[in-house]
């Protein structure tokens, strides 16, 4: 079972604490979608596409950031 977790990080000389949260979707029984949280604000759903990571609602270099720290802690666990 994969709990929910949290990663801090800076980005552009701001720090984050980033809450994510994976959400029943699976490929290869791994969770694909996260709904993420981001200094207590809500920043949306960050989906792994088979080729790179999307989000509902923000289009910007973060998402690609959170995606990547995801995935490196799925790697790494």
């Known amino acids: 079972m994969i709990v929910p977790f949290s990663i801090p990080?800076?980005?552009n000389g701001k720090n984050y604490l980033c809450?994510?949260?994976p959400i029943k979707s699976?490929?290869?029984?791994q969770p694909t979608?996260?709904?993420v949280t981001l200094n207590n604000v809500?920043?949306?759903i960050i989906s792994f596409t088979g080729k790179n990571w999307?989000?509902?609602?923000?289009?910007?270099?973060l998402?690609?950031?959170i995606g990547n720290m995801i995935h490196e802690q799925f790697v790494l666990s």
């Open 42 to 44: 809500y920043f949306g």
């Open 19 to 21: 809450e994510i949260e």
């Open 26 to 29: 699976f490929w290869d029984k």
């Open 33 to 35: 979608s996260f709904q």
């Open 63 to 65: 998402v690609e950031k």
């Open 9 to 11: 990080f800076e980005f």
């Open 54 to 61: 999307e989000s509902d609602t923000n289009k910007n270099n």
